[in-house]
């Protein structure tokens, strides 16, 4: 595997379900990001760590809960979600400190049912 | 805060047509420039990047000066193909920035025609 990749690629879920998504990047970086990517709407960064500690939470709902064990693997963990998270979750890592380039991965693209 | 600003597509172009996709931003100090493009069903690539003052990222036909002057990064391509269909987001970086967290614009679809 190379770059950035995310399982699964797609997924289908109940308001009552949990869930996690997970990224995981081969490129020894040492920041990750979790962005969201609605219709019609800016991207939002949601989380960030660098040097696996979170640094950034942009005023998240708390039922997406990230977690990142190491530099290679981030997840997102979901619970009781609305119909109005449907959306494309997009996965990034970088060199923490920058200025840098992000590198994506090619999303989640999340229904709520 | 910092912020881009681009043109609301979409835009319609015919095959081989000019492009030019306007960005203007808002930062404190010299942030690094990144033009990035997204393909129907795929997450983000880097298209091109400009890291100071009159610097020229350049990549695949695509083109964009960093003027620090009028604070814009305009990405332009002499001849678009219909491969070059994408939605396209200029975003910068700020010099000093622990977590190097992007701040994006609103995206550019782009469509052109045969």
């Known amino acids: 595997e190379t770059g950035v990749t995310q399982t699964p690629r797609h997924l289908v879920m109940g308001m009552t379900n949990k869930k996690s998504l997970k990224c995981e990047q081969h490129?020894?970086?040492?920041?990750m990001y979790w962005y969201k990517q609605s219709a019609k709407k800016p991207l939002e960064l949601m989380f960030v760590?660098?040097?696996?500690?979170?640094?950034e939470n942009n005023s998240v709902p708390s039922r997406f809960s990230p977690e990142c064990p190491n530099s290679s693997h981030l997840f997102l963990h979901l619970h009781t979600l609305q119909p109005e998270d449907s959306a494309l979750y997009l996965c990034?890592?970088?060199?923490?400190?920058?200025?840098?380039?992000?590198?994506f991965g090619p999303g989640t693209r999340l229904t709520v049912l | 805060g910092d912020s881009v600003t681009q043109m609301e597509g979409p835009v319609t172009l015919s095959e081989e047509a000019f492009l030019t996709i306007n960005c203007t931003y808002t930062?404190?100090?010299?942030?690094?420039l990144f033009w990035y493009v997204q393909y129907p069903g795929e997450g983000l690539q880097l298209l091109l990047k400009?890291?100071?003052?009159?610097d020229k990222g350049s990549n695949k036909g695509f083109e964009a000066t960093y003027r620090k002057e009028t604070t814009s990064f305009h990405l332009e391509k002499g001849s678009v193909q219909v491969s070059d269909s994408a939605v396209y987001f200029c975003?910068?970086?700020?010099?000093?920035?622990?977590?190097?967290?992007?701040?994006f614009g609103g995206g550019t679809r782009l469509m052109v025609k045969p």
């Open positions: 400009a890291t100071k003052a009159d």
């Open positions: 490129l020894g970086h040492n920041a």
């Open positions: 930062a404190t100090g010299y942030p690094s």
């Open positions: 760590y660098s040097l696996e500690e979170r640094v």
């Open positions: 990034a890592s970088s060199l923490a400190g920058g200025p840098d380039e992000q590198f």
């Open positions: 975003a910068l970086v700020p010099r000093y920035n622990a977590g190097n967290m992007l701040t």
